[in-house]
């Protein structure tokens, strides 16, 4: 027999992502059920509401509630040259291929608080590609653009930031890209002078820029299947011919509408490329 009251929250947890979307255009509708609820019932008992409609309730009617809501349901875990041998393989295995273009524009979607932005602006630089690199940043989540922006982070952070590098096969200090001061780390403002930072959804918004290579990692496992196909064919547009896709490590396109229009260039990586 069902439990009448897991009815009625999973009643008021739609409604609530339904609410928010239509008032506020924040489409959260085919993410991960599971994920999207503990993340809502983090959210309320935050908040301290009873019930998923009591937050509704709030969020509706004080519109500055809504950015801290987003930053619950978004996810801003992350870490500068995250999985090193992701980014090893992009400096040894991708970047000799877009040496052969003349110009570049890279897309990180999802870049929450920009430690994968950071990341491959260094790398870039390293490389000696970053005169005719763009990079274009985006996230749903505002807050998280502008801390992005801002580049500064704990410095109790920076250990971990700089084995990574130095395993992703750095060629130079991370100290060299940072000033530290007042227990935090500022990056340099010349690594994102070439960046666009923009808020974009991955559900409902559209291709905006023709790029040689896409990073969205440990951003698809939130999306629900249907969610997962939008956003690959978003990527597979945004894609020139050949032009890569950076996947997380627990991310795949083997169940993927579009798989057919990638092949596996690094299967332990997840770095894929768009057939011509």
């Not at 992701?86 to 999802?110: C, M, N």
């Not at 923009?198 to 820029?209: G, Q």
Request: charged share 25%; hydrophobic share 40%; aromatic share 12%.
């Amino acid at each position: 027999m069902k439990n009448l009251s897991d009815d009625t929250e999973a009643i008021e947890l739609d409604l609530l992502v339904q609410a928010i979307f239509r008032k506020y255009h924040y489409d959260f509708r085919d993410y991960s059920a599971a994920s999207l609820k503990r993340r809502l019932i983090q959210a309320r008992e935050h908040f301290q509401c009873r019930t998923f409609s009591a937050l509704q309730e709030r969020v509706m009617h004080d519109a500055n509630l809504l950015p801290e809501l987003v930053g619950f349901l978004t996810i801003q875990v992350s870490e500068m040259f995250r999985d090193p041998g992701f980014f090893r393989a992009v400096r040894e295995q991708v970047v000799p291929h877009l040496r052969t273009y003349p110009s570049l524009k890279i897309w990180v979607a999802g870049c929450s608080s920009g430690e994968e932005l950071y990341s491959l602006a260094i790398l870039f630089r390293e490389e000696g590609l970053e005169e005719r690199t763009m990079f274009y940043a985006t996230d749903i989540n505002t807050e998280a653009l502008r801390k992005a922006e801002a580049g500064v982070y704990d410095l109790e952070r920076i250990s971990l930031f700089t084995a990574n590098h130095q395993k992703s096969g750095g060629k130079s200090s991370l100290s060299d890209y940072y000033t530290a001061a007042y227990g935090a780390a500022v990056f340099d403002k010349s690594l994102r002078r070439r960046t666009v930072f923009s808020d974009h959804t991955l559900a409902s918004d559209a291709v905006f820029a023709e790029v040689h290579l896409v990073c969205c990692r440990n951003v698809l496992i939130y999306f629900n299947r249907e969610l997962q196909d939008r956003a690959v064919g978003l990527f597979k547009d945004s894609l020139v011919r050949r032009g890569f896709l950076g996947l997380g490590s627990k991310e795949s396109l083997h169940f993927s509408a579009h798989a057919g229009d990638f092949a596996e260039f690094s299967r332990e990586q997840r770095l894929y490329q768009k057939r011509q």
